[in-house]
């Protein structure tokens, strides 16, 4: 650089060249992190605002630390040593629902369970995401035949990944995440689901034999969710 | 079981009363005779159940009601009560109470066993028998608002059901709940926290920072296993349930009771080969399981989501790759089959051998730091040591078994008490300890991986040695299995958590007739309130901890 009136000259042409070139003939390509190449040379980036925010968040996800069944043992074995969930940046379970991103839902939802499944699901800030894990959240699972088993998961709330499996491999898991990941960053949203079992005033229900009868037991004001073992898929 | 120690509270003879003397005993209470596969059953008149039970009980030495089971026949409802002896859990009598058809209703035996209270909620729950004298008689696991009783002949599962949310609504609402003291706060733990290990409900009533009431509320997780084992066939399809119960890598353990009771049923011999097979690995499943116990007790207790708790999964992680090379899964093995296992060891078995070698060699290092972290330590003895205390005598009533019986010094281990598997032939020792405290049953877990290790070990080198001719893994059993009409069966195992039991009834088909599953987290959990109340929150939440019990198996 010269020493005349003009100080704060970049000319890029002169500024760190040999590296730059070394690394976009393919020298030398220790610097070409995927941030770089979606970068290029340049230290800008021209993005859109929500894309940007889709890659954070699907970057940056807090677990709900929510356990019901079987599958939560391999949920934590998820989230512990050897398989280590939180090197796809989706490893810290919190313990509130105030302030987790996705919910992992683990095992068989029963009836008992469910409106508690959704009233923590709805405690969840938006957007949220849920992950089903095992065939008890896809179809009730083994279970299904149960006189008190909800046949999945997406009865209750919907689903954005199912993992398969009775319980699925930890390795599972942790694919059905990075997918959700792979989801979010791409800015596809979660599917809508028809909820059959939702949360209502018991004054709401459609009045027939069995609200007449429990008429006495529960206040017109108490939420309940209604449930129909025989017309759930 | 090892000679060396005798010990001196286990005489080697626990006076025993032939089914006459017992018939004596009872005199006119009995009504008729029945003759169980495990033991003798007294049928008795419904009004006179406190009356026998604490006949039974105070003069013959029958101290532990294991398990009540209650089903419809045709013409009558029934409650069996299966008592036992901790002394001598080979000394069994089954009491039959009839109900009748239009009004079920008979004597609860509440007062004389504790532990009958929750049984019996379930028996009513689940059947719908009522019992007189019963001190809460409500539903327990099912919603409240259920309709009709699920086991009952005739209920209709397609009947659509309402179940209200009320508790939780509004957690800071109306925070002073009971009108009379209004210095106690009400609280909920659960059903979704991370304390509770699984969907339980405590409805804990707080005077200040103490317990003064607690409740738990159960059925979150209620799968409907019996309905389920009930509909299956004995050969194939009830197998993989078992493994559902309690899951935290306990699969072998219950299949194994499932396997005991069908086996006696239909007069199976299992070869020895798969016996030793069957003893290493349920020992690999109660190894895997203590550690998930020691680890989140440490997370209950510290807090501490990092060292103790990766170091136990750590360790479950050997014993799981084991298991996994064994039977091919990691948690559900689904590997007992009626009078066998389903295949042989892993080939090349020298490998297998030398994994679990180096897993067992390992281990002493491993609960060495164990001990560091935890028992040595000395905040966690603060917070556990003469805390969640529950007095021996208190233990029995309410049927508590496993860990934490034997926490509490009561030396009952079904797998030297009423032997089976390969276990009588083994050198090992039943670990106890007298402190009664939520220490004690830590260290309990800590000391029986030892011993589990110690039986592993002799299991290899047994298999090591056995001649390749002798390799027999499975019996001959019929393809489809009918055990005779009406046989009825109460038998148990030493499951992870204590007393695991079946209860079988055939009614000649190739399905049982009956299945009820007696599970020691069930008769553990009902000891919470003894353990808790008094003392501070923190203490219950080490109590409930110290526990160890997995919802799986508490509702079933
Ligand atoms: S899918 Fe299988 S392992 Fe998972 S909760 Fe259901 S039964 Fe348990």
Redesign the pocket.
């Known amino acids: 650089m010269s020493s005349d009136n003009r100080p704060f000259v970049t000319d890029d042409s002169q500024v760190l060249t040999d590296t730059r070139d070394a690394r976009m003939t393919g020298e030398d390509n220790r610097f070409n992190s995927k941030l770089r190449e979606a970068f290029g040379s340049s230290p800008f980036i021209l993005t859109k605002f929500d894309k940007f925010m889709n890659w954070v968040r699907g970057s940056s996800m807090f677990m709900l630390q929510f356990g019901?069944?079987?599958?939560s043992i391999?949920m934590m074995h998820t989230y512990a040593v050897k398989h280590d969930l939180d090197r796809f940046g989706a490893g810290v379970p919190r313990a509130s629902p105030r302030q987790a991103d996705v919910i992992i839902v683990?095992?068989?939802i029963v009836s008992k369970f469910a409106p508690r499944m959704k009233r923590v699901y709805d405690q969840m800030p938006e957007p949220k995401f849920v992950i089903g894990?095992?065939?008890?959240?896809i179809s009730g699972?083994?279970?299904q035949e149960g006189y008190n088993v909800i046949k999945g998961a997406e009865e209750v709330i919907p689903v954005d990944i199912h993992v398969p499996?009775?319980?699925p491999r930890p390795e599972a898991l942790v694919y059905g995440v990075a997918k959700l990941q792979e989801r979010i960053a791409n800015g596809e949203s979660s599917p809508v689901t028809v909820k059959p079992y939702e949360l209502e005033q018991f004054g709401d229900l459609d009045r027939d034999e069995i609200v007449d009868q429990l008429a006495q037991e529960i206040d017109e004001e108490d939420l309940v969710m209604r449930y129909n073992w025989a017309d759930s898929p | 079981m090892s000679l060396e120690e005798p010990e001196p509270d286990v005489p080697a003879t626990v006076e025993e009363q032939s089914p006459d003397e017992i018939a004596e005993m009872l005199s006119d209470h009995v009504i008729g005779r029945e003759e169980h596969l495990n033991a003798p059953g007294y049928v008795i008149r419904p009004d006179a159940v406190q009356d026998v039970l604490s006949t039974l009980k105070t003069e013959a030495g029958y101290d532990h009601l294991s398990c009540v089971t209650a089903q419809e026949y045709e013409d009558r409802y029934e409650s069996i009560y299966h008592l036992k002896k901790f002394d001598d859990p080979t000394q069994e009598v089954s009491v039959v109470v009839p109900a009748d058809r239009e009004n079920p209703v008979s004597e609860s035996a509440d007062p004389v066993f504790r532990t009958a209270d929750w049984h019996e909620r379930e028996a009513y729950d689940l059947v719908g028998i009522e019992y007189d004298d019963h001190p809460d008689l409500r539903r327990i696991l099912l919603p409240e608002t259920w309709q009709g009783h699920p086991l009952a002949a005739d209920y209709d599962q397609d009947r659509p059901q309402v179940v209200p949310l009320r508790e939780n609504a509004n957690p800071l609402q109306e925070d002073q709940r009971s009108e009379q003291d209004t210095d106690t706060m009400f609280l909920n733990i659960g059903p979704h926290h991370p304390a509770t290990h699984g969907v339980l409900h405590l409805k804990t009533t707080l005077d200040g920072e103490q317990v003064a009431d607690v409740e738990s509320d159960i059925g979150y997780l209620h799968r409907c296993e019996e309905q389920i084992c009930q509909n299956g066939t004995y050969r194939h399809q009830i197998m993989p349930y078992p493994d559902?119960w309690d899951?935290i890598s306990a699969g072998l353990l219950n299949e194994w009771a499932y396997a005991r009771a069908a086996e006696d049923m239909a007069d199976i011999d299992v070869p020895e080969y798969a016996q030793v097979i069957r003893t290493m690995g349920a020992e690999l499943c109660r190894i895997a399981a203590h550690m998930l116990a020691v680890g989140t007790f440490a997370l209950d207790v510290y807090g501490d989501f990092t060292a103790i708790f990766m170091y136990a999964i750590r360790d479950r992680e050997k014993a799981q790759n084991i298991l996994e090379d064994l039977t091919g899964q990691r948690?559900?093995f689904n590997y007992f089959r009626l009078g066998g296992v389903v295949w042989d060891l892993p080939e090349p078995r020298e490998e297998f051998f030398e994994k679990t070698r180096d897993f067992l060699e390992d281990l002493p290092e491993a609960l060495e730091e164990y001990h560091d972290l935890i028992s040595g330590n000395e905040i966690l003895q603060m917070r556990t040591i003469d805390t969640g205390v529950l007095p021996p005598e208190v233990a029995k009533s309410y049927g508590a078994t496993g860990p934490v019986a034997r926490g509490s010094g009561i030396d009952y281990d079904l797998r030297r008490d009423d032997p089976y598997g390969y276990y009588d032939e083994l050198d090992w020792d039943v670990v106890t300890e007298d402190g009664c405290d939520n220490y004690s049953r830590l260290l309990v877990r800590l000391r029986e991986v030892e011993e589990s290790a110690k039986i592993i070990e002799q299991c290899i080198d047994l298999l090591e040695d056995w001649p390749e001719e002798d390799r027999t893994i499975q019996a001959n059993v019929p393809r489809t299995l009918k055990p005779d009409d009406d046989a009825e069966i109460y038998s148990a195992v030493e499951g992870a958590k204590g007393e695991l039991g079946i209860y079988m009834r055939s009614d000649g088909t190739d399905k049982p007739a009956r299945f009820k599953i007696r599970s020691p987290c069930f008769s553990n959990l009902q000891t919470l309130p003894e353990m808790a109340e008094g003392e501070y929150v923190p203490d219950l939440i080490a109590a409930l901890g110290s526990l160890d019990i997995v919802l799986g198996e508490v509702d079933r």
Do not use: H, K
Not at chain 1, 68 to 71: E, L, R, V, W
Not at chain 1, 133 to 137: A, D, P
């Open positions: 019901i069944a079987c599958c391999e683990p095992g068989t894990m095992g065939s008890c959240t699972g083994p279970f499996g009775c319980p | 559902r899951y948690l559900m």
